[in-house]
């Protein structure tokens, strides 16, 4: 019996790795799709992946949903995959991938304001004071001026609020799923509702994009394609399904760790390629991760 519970948290812990080197990776993905493409093209193309590979999935299950289900699945796909898929590829103009990897662990704690706010959930003193930590550790990653001296904070860098609006997006798709679907799995859920954002993504990028052009004539463009498509199978859809996978398998508190381990290896890529992080985006990162982990502490 010992050794069997032992190959189980094992195999846990090798999901709960495996999750935050894919969702971590997704950044430095981002980037250099960005490299050829535009913000709109990445996010486009980053859904039609996903939403392709997970078509098997999808396609036979989506004739027995009820129109309610639909419309509720339809919103699912565009706030919890669609809108921050260009808003993570916007950010990334102006953010480094790192950076923006960081100010995505604030997802639960918009999870927990998005509850209370619209879906009549309760939010604890804990949790105002993690929102609180936080937000300070935010405001010190905005103010950060990239390139500055030690320690320096001057400006503001407005594209973090793009991640941040991606954060209130994930925290309205899952207080959606928690709250409005009760017979659908998880993975159907993720499967259909991207199938049915498909269709937008495909026409935007096809008729109100260079897309098509960029893949036949720009040098670079097959390399880019490639890392997008990664971004889209692995970081969107595959990842979902072995999330899914593993908060069956786990406690929440367990499952809700990968937050803490995505910053650091999107940190880790972004200091790979180069990029610069200063005294004050460390301060930042700290408070942010420290703000999450105490709100979504458990007692």
């Given at each position: 019996?010992?050794s ?37 093209e990445?996010?486009?193309?980053r ?11 999808s396609?036979p299950?989506?004739k027995n ?5 639909i ?10 995959s ?19 990897g960081?100010?995505?662990a ?8 998005v ?6 959930s309760?939010?604890?003193?804990r ?30 860098n407005?594209y973090a ?6 954060c209130?997006c ?31 993504a495909?026409?935007?990028?096809m ?9 036949a ?12 498509t990664?971004l889209?199978?692995?970081g ?5 399904i072995?999330?899914?996978?593993m ?5 929440p ?42 709100g979504?502490?458990?007692?």
């Open positions: 019996m010992t069997i519970k032992s190959d189980s948290n094992l195999a846990n812990w090798g999901l709960l790795i495996i999750l935050a080197l894919i969702w971590g990776s997704s950044f430095i993905l981002i980037k250099r799709g960005l490299e050829i493409f535009s913000p709109g990445v996010g486009a193309y859904i039609v992946a996903a939403a392709t590979f997970l078509l098997p999935l396609l299950r989506v949903l009820s129109s309610g289900q419309q509720n699945l339809i919103i699912v796909g565009l706030v919890g669609f809108i921050p898929a260009f808003l993570f590829a916007k950010a990334q103009t102006q953010l480094s991938s790192s950076l923006t960081v100010l995505n604030l997802t639960p704690l918009f999870v927990v304001v509850g209370a706010l619209f879906f009549s309760k939010i604890t003193l949790n105002g004071i993690g929102l609180g930590i936080a937000f300070i550790g935010v405001l010190v990653l905005v103010t950060a001026k990239e390139g500055a001296e030690f320690g320096a904070f001057e400006g503001i407005a609020f793009f991640v941040i609006l991606a209130v994930y925290g309205f798709n899952l207080n959606l799923i928690k709250f409005r679907f009760e017979k659908l799995k998880p993975i159907e859920i993720t499967a259909i509702s991207l199938l049915l954002v498909l269709p937008v495909l026409i935007y990028l008729a109100g994009t260079n897309f098509s052009y960029k893949v004539n720009v040098d670079g463009a097959m390399a880019a394609l490639g890392y997008v990664l889209g199978v692995l969107t859809a595959l990842a979902l072995l999330f899914n996978i908060v069956k398998k786990v406690t508190v367990f499952a809700s760790s990968v937050t803490y381990l995505i910053p650091i290896v999107a940190i880790f890529w972004g200091v790979l390629d180069g990029e610069v992080l200063l005294f004050g985006h460390y301060l930042g990162i700290a408070a942010v991760i420290l703000g999450v982990w105490f979504n502490r458990k007692r």
